[in-house]
């Protein structure tokens, strides 16, 4: 076989030369003994296939500002070839590379069980605020029919003027003026009914449903349910935390203590010792601990904001603390971003229909870490 056909010059030029005679190259058998090439090449050999390399547009975008996992991860991923070319028996408190491989592994189910208890909790937290929003309606609005339609009623001024000694600005007094409210709002009903002619019940159409007393009343009554929910949800979202964090520190305990050991048992000369160059360590000054984000909810202006809260602690050592966001299938890119404030902040206002994820990202000169995304999708605001 000529030099210039060898591997997988083959397989590309006899797809330039036309079939010999009496062959058919194209469902050639495995050494058949029969089908040649016009260059004199037999096929003898199975080249491999050649793949496509895939060209972006535009460079994407490689994370630098990492989660607390992922930098472990990473540097775990860097210690296990060394550990497996230079020192493949070497046992750190009874575990070898085989163990540190497995616990790279066992990453990514970990953080994916965090992200679903975190979506899970959104999700509850969301069903909560929208059930709130819809009583504090309800108590605000209704009183103000009621007060339209029967002003002249001496009996049903008195009881509203009770309603309006509470204000709905809490979950805890957005359920109580509801409650003081049903008993007014069906006693006015039945004052309308008693009309000549009769006048229809109140209702208010909020969010798109159209409430009753007994609408009303089922919507409170139903509130501690979903409180219960969001509760066992916060309940999970902490346990996957946990177990992350756990497996994180397990991770990252065994590959310092090799680190270590190897250090401490070679020499500058020796192959092994150059090797750990190759390994990320950290710097003097610790990186900060990234500031976790509790909740994302709708609100704002006109309900169109996003508006996050955050834990407590993190951002120990930080020079720059950010909350950034993106516009799916808008931006390609965490692009946005504003000053992170402990109290809370409110991004946007967007659209309805989009779909925004939002970080947060703390940073210092030893380096940049960021949280989880969390995500939420603008709906029709309540009102």
């Given amino acids: 076989m000529p030099p210039s056909l060898a591997g997988g010059d083959l397989f590309n030029a006899v797809l330039m030369q036309p079939p010999t005679p009496g062959s058919n190259h194209l469902f050639a058998r495995w050494d058949d003994g029969v089908t040649h090439w016009d260059r004199g090449a037999r096929w003898d050999s199975a080249p491999a296939p050649v793949l496509q390399q895939?060209?972006?547009?535009?460079?994407?975008?490689?994370?630098?500002?990492?989660?607390?996992?992922?930098?472990?991860?990473?540097?775990?991923?860097?210690?296990?070839?060394?550990?497996?070319?230079y020192v493949p028996t070497l046992l750190i408190k009874g575990q070898g590379r085989a163990d540190l491989n497995t616990l790279i592994d066992g990453f990514e189910p970990l953080v994916q069980e965090r992200t679903a208890a975190q979506d899970r909790y959104d999700q509850s937290y969301r069903n909560c605020q929208d059930a709130l929003l819809r009583m504090k309606i309800l108590g605000t609005k209704v009183p103000a029919i009621i007060e339209g339609q029967l002003n002249d009623d001496t009996r049903q001024m008195k009881e509203l003027e009770d309603v309006y000694r509470t204000a709905p600005r809490a979950e805890s007094t957005i359920l109580k003026r509801l409650r003081e409210l049903l008993p007014v709002w069906e006693r006015a009903n039945a004052a309308l009914a008693a009309d000549q002619p009769p006048q229809p019940a109140i209702v208010r159409k909020?969010?798109?449903v159209i409430y009753t007393t007994a609408l009303a009343r089922t919507l409170l009554d139903s509130y501690t349910a979903l409180v219960k929910v969001m509760k066992d949800e916060e309940e999970a979202l902490d346990v996957a935390r946990a177990n992350l964090r756990k497996h994180d520190s397990i991770t990252d305990g065994l590959n310092k203590s090799w680190y270590k050991v190897v250090k401490a048992s070679s020499d500058p000369e020796d192959d092994v010792y150059l090797a750990l160059n190759g390994?990320?360590?950290?710097?003097?000054?610790?990186?900060?601990?990234?500031i976790e984000i509790n909740t994302v909810a709708q609100g704002g202006d006109d309900g169109l904001q996003v508006l996050v809260e955050y834990l407590p602690g993190g951002g120990e050592h930080a020079t720059t603390k950010l909350i950034k966001w993106q516009v799916v299938g808008v931006d390609a890119d965490f692009t946005h971003s504003a000053p992170l404030d402990r109290e809370g902040n409110a991004l946007g206002p967007f659209k309805v229909g989009q779909v925004v994820r939002v970080i947060t990202e703390v940073g210092n000169s030893s380096g940049t870490r960021s949280t989880a995304a969390r995500t939420i999708r603008l709906e029709e605001p309540v009102g």
């Fill in 279 to 290: 390994i990320t360590t950290e710097p003097s000054t610790p990186a900060p601990d990234a």
């Fill in 206 to 208: 909020v969010g798109g």
């Fill in 54 to 85: 895939l060209i972006s547009h535009q460079p994407l975008a490689i994370n630098n500002a990492m989660e607390f996992w992922e930098i472990t991860q990473q540097r775990a991923q860097e210690t296990l070839p060394v550990w497996t070319q």
